[in-house]
């Protein structure tokens, strides 16, 4: 999860592919296999469910929230 906001906060929103292979990069991965894209995908899940990512026409986004 903490993965998944670090790269979309230095970006400007990816497609799931492009975030999975993201994540997958930083933990030193040369290939996303069925359990890491497990693990990612549920992560991303998650984080679209409680509403701390978004996802739309210009990819998968952090929500920014009022403060």
């Known amino acids: 999860r903490t993965a998944i906001e670090m790269i979309l906060q230095a970006g400007d929103g990816f497609d799931r592919k492009v975030l999975t292979n993201k994540v997958r990069s930083l933990f ?29 026409s210009t990819g998968i986004k952090l929500i920014e929230l009022a403060k």
Request: aromatic share 4%; no cysteine; proline share 0%.
């Open 28 to 56: 030193g991965f040369n290939r996303t296999g069925a359990n890491l894209e497990a693990a990612i995908s549920g992560a991303i899940a998650i984080l679209l469910e409680e509403g701390t990512i978004g996802e739309g």
